[in-house]
């Protein structure tokens, strides 16, 4: 059991059948944003990003229910094609930190593995949310960059 106040984190790991470049520009091109958040629970209605230490990011969606939110936050680290960590703010509430490292795999180049960690999440109930949208979204993303990768061949 997690002590009140103590934050809590969520890890989520996807394997990719497209290079790294390919995934690095899905999570931070808006017009790929676009693309892949929020999968059917939301529509982005508005994205901009500014991929770079210091940046920016503002995500609008509207939601199923037919209610708007707004996801936030500032680049702390961008390394292309490898690290991202940026801070994430719903509704201008909670400040939580991403961090999402890209791998190549050893001898596929064309496959990149992901790590993500979301932590100082500050409830259970927050956490669970966030698990379930990072594993759909990330669903999203394969299904954008995968698409045409399968006619790419792997390098032996």
């Not at 091109?29 to 210091?54: C, K, M, N, Y």
């Not at 409830?123 to 698990?131: G, K, Q």
């Not at 949208?133 to 390098?155: F, P």
């Amino acid at each position: 059991m997690t002590p009140a106040g103590a934050a809590l984190s969520v890890t989520v790991s996807r394997i990719f059948d497209a290079p790294r470049e390919r995934v690095f520009a899905a999570l931070t091109e808006a017009d790929q944003i676009h693309q892949w958040f929020g999968g059917g629970l939301s529509t982005v209605t508005a994205a901009r990003v500014d991929a770079r230490p210091g940046g920016d990011y503002r995500i609008e969606v509207r939601r199923r229910d037919g209610g708007d939110s707004t996801l936030t936050g500032a680049y702390r680290e961008v390394v292309p094609p490898a690290r991202l960590v940026y801070s994430w703010v719903w509704d201008g509430v909670d400040e939580t930190l991403v961090t999402i490292e890209l791998r190549e795999i050893p001898g596929l180049t064309r496959r990149t593995a992901l790590h993500l960690t979301h932590a100082r999440i500050p409830h259970a109930d927050y956490a669970e949310f966030h698990e379930r949208g990072w594993s759909h979204g990330l669903g999203q993303v394969a299904a954008l960059v995968e698409r045409g990768a399968n006619k790419e061949t792997e390098e032996p």
